[in-house]
């Protein structure tokens, strides 16, 4: 069964600041996704990674994927208030292992203050 | 192009009663999802379909819960009996060629 394990669950950092979230999953992955969530909202896709060394950027987000070591990370760069969100990784796990549906995982909620 | 649509967007109902929750996917679009948040257990799927097909409902937590998706517009998940247990934000989502999934703004249902 394939797991996904985000940390930290929570983050609570100060504009300006950079920092990185993680996320490790526990089989081999066709592909990785990363989404947004905002305080009572539905969930924004960000960012899909599809191969081993993939790095994607937005604004002050950078996404990248080692498959080797099964760990996706996000990073953030000079946070500002606009960022606080709940993030979520999701796998794709193999066709064969797991057809296609995601396993999200447990999400990290981003709180920036002042 | 209007992205997954769902309805209704709150729903408030007694325990023991029945609860049908639609949702509409992005046109063209051949995967269907059904998902449910809360804070407890997190976002759980519940079942998928492809092409108007249930393809994995190993997600479903029990016989009071069905899903059906009649056309390639439209899918329904049903709650009967509905149970306080039920009460959570559900989720539909589609996507192309189980690409990038596209999340519905949910259904916030609160079972008293």
């Known amino acids: 069964e394939l797991k996904v394990e985000q940390n930290p669950l929570f983050l609570s950092m100060q504009e300006g600041k950079n920092y990185t979230i993680y996320c490790n999953y526990s089989?081999?992955?066709?592909?990785l996704y990363w989404y947004r969530q905002d305080p009572g909202k539905s969930l924004e896709s960000l960012f899909v990674l599809l191969s081993n060394g993939a790095v994607k950027q937005e604004g002050r987000l950078m996404a990248s994927l080692d498959t080797k070591a099964r760990l996706s990370t996000l990073h953030i760069t000079a946070a500002v208030h606009d960022l606080s969100a709940t993030y979520f990784c999701a796998v794709d796990g193999t066709k064969k292992s797991s057809g296609d549906k995601l396993t999200f995982g447990t999400g990290t909620r981003l709180a920036v203050r002042p | 192009d209007a992205g997954v649509i769902q309805s209704p967007r709150h729903e408030v109902t007694e325990m023991g009663q029945e609860v049908t929750l639609r949702c509409k996917p992005i046109?063209?679009?051949?995967?269907l999802f059904w998902y449910r948040q809360t804070m407890m257990r997190g976002l759980e799927l519940l079942i998928y379909?492809?092409?108007?097909?249930?393809?994995?409902d190993s997600g479903m937590p029990e016989d009071r819960f069905s899903a059906k998706m009649p056309n390639a517009s439209f899918s329904t998940l049903k709650i009967q009996p509905s149970e306080p247990r039920d009460s959570a934000v559900y989720f539909c989502?589609?996507?192309?060629?189980?690409?990038?999934?596209?999340f519905g703004p949910g259904t916030r249902l609160t079972v008293l």
């Open positions: 089989t081999t992955s066709d592909r």
């Open positions: 379909f492809n092409n108007n097909v249930p393809i994995d």
């Open positions: 989502a589609s996507s192309l060629f189980g690409d990038t999934q596209y």
């Open positions: 046109s063209g679009h051949d995967y």
